[in-house]
């Protein structure tokens, strides 16, 4: 959310090839942000899982593993549980959970102060208030930061939105036990620290990796994005080979 796939980029002196060998990372970013499209009307998680589907036809790439980082962890689950046949292998990394699931313990529902507590944002004109944040990012120059929000602020309102509303997906229908992983730094958000261990419980055999002292940017790291990336790639060779 705010964000792009150059968030992913590792650093020069710890390319991806030494970090994780004989990991492949294709990363993408969501209509709204970078020079993807706007996100047509009705945009929602399962028309994103189409798109990737798409995309990995179009790379003549039938099976692959997929991640997402906070915002990004509900387009991966969505990923997980709607293509089943080609997806083998998951990470939710400091995943937004489902505030709006009608099973969701009310310490879940309650931990969402970005819409609802501190940042108070029900009721407001999201755009506008979005706009000033995008304003102050696109102030500190960061290469990162003005390519995400290059687009504007349709893609930070959709993500916004989509996560507040009814899932299009269900978590309950995710099949991958324990090839699915729910990552969650011991220091995180409160929305997932709390969210993370109850959407772990909705999924059977799936599994949950804290890390220690590990904030809500852990991912960036390089010792944990090599061992979220690596997890990946020997959960995939497993499947792969039907083991």
């Known amino acids: 959310m705010g964000s792009s796939h150059l968030t992913w980029k590792t650093k020069p002196d710890r390319p991806v090839e030494v970090l994780c060998p004989g990991v492949q990372l294709i990363v993408v970013d969501r209509p709204g942000y970078g020079d993807s499209c706007t996100p047509p009307a ?8 189409d798109d990737l589907s798409q995309l990995a036809d179009a790379l003549g790439t039938p099976t692959f593993a997929v991640a997402g980082h906070s915002s990004g962890g509900p387009y991966a689950l969505a990923a997980a549980a709607l293509l089943k046949e080609r997806v083998l292998a998951c990470a939710a990394i400091s995943s937004d959970p489902p505030y709006a699931h009608p099973h969701a313990p009310r310490k879940v529902r309650e931990s969402d102060d970005f819409a ?23 102030a500190t120059g960061a290469t990162a930061k003005l390519h995400a929000w290059k687009g504007g602020v349709i893609g930070f309102v959709t993500d916004f939105m989509l996560e507040r509303l009814p899932w299009s997906f269900r978590l309950e229908d995710i099949t991958l036990g324990e090839r699915l992983t729910f990552w969650v730094g011991e220091k ?22 804290w890390v220690q002292g590990g904030d809500h940017g ?15 790639r020997d959960q995939f060779r497993a499947a792969a080979q039907g083991k």
């Open 116 to 138: 609802g507590g501190a940042q108070g944002l029900y009721g407001c004109d999201l755009s506008a208030k979005f706009g000033k944040w995008r304003d102050e990012a696109l």
């Open 218 to 232: 852990f991912k960036s790291e390089p010792q944990h994005l090599s061992a979220i990336l690596v997890e990946l």
């Open 188 to 209: 995180d958000i409160e929305s997932m620290v709390v969210g993370s261990p109850w959407m772990q419980t909705l999924v059977p055999g799936s599994k949950l990796q």
């Open 42 to 49: 009705g945009y929602n998680y399962t028309q994103f899982s």
